[in-house]
């Protein structure tokens, strides 16, 4: 998918409205489904970011809602941030200073692991593994900046 790009300033980079897609496959029944929507992020006063994820995801023939939030809050450093939950709890950290970063979010006795790569100036994606004793998922995500129109 080409080269790392490294980013200077996380909140900065993640600011504005992404096209979301994501692929999500359980693999131990082979089932698969969909994501397509949009997601926006937006300034706080504490000048952090809240994510707002909106579409409809296809699972099983059946196209539903879906909708997630987000905090991002400043990390240790401009090319890192703290992802919490809507509600505060937190998720896990992120440092995109190299443009690669990986995480891990225990979740009851299911693990978490999030491998995020930026691609470029309007590209980046997410691939979260989640395994356990109630999981066996890959999650696929791919965002491209939307762009003002003329």
Do not use: N
Not at 71 to 86: K, L, M, Q, T
Request: with cysteine; glycine share 12%; proline share 6%.
């Amino acid at each position: 998918m080409g080269e790392l790009w490294p980013v200077p300033d996380v909140l900065a980079y993640l600011a504005g409205r992404w096209r979301t897609e994501r692929s999500v496959r359980d693999l131990a029944s082979g089932l698969e489904g969909r994501f397509e929507g949009v997601t926006s992020y937006d300034g706080l006063d504490d000048g952090g970011l809240i994510s707002r994820e909106s579409g409809a995801f296809t699972w099983q023939g059946a196209t539903r809602p879906a909708e997630r939030t987000l905090r991002y809050e400043p990390g240790s450093g401009p090319g890192r941030a703290d992802v919490r939950f809507a509600d505060g709890r937190p998720f896990h950290a992120l440092d995109l200073t190299t443009g690669h970063h990986v995480a891990d979010h225990p979740c009851a006795a299911d693990l978490y692991r999030g491998e995020f790569t930026v691609r470029g100036p309007d590209r980046w994606r997410t691939v979260w593994r989640v395994g356990g004793p109630a999981k066996d998922l890959l999650l696929t995500t791919d965002y491209l900046r939307e762009t003002a129109e003329a």
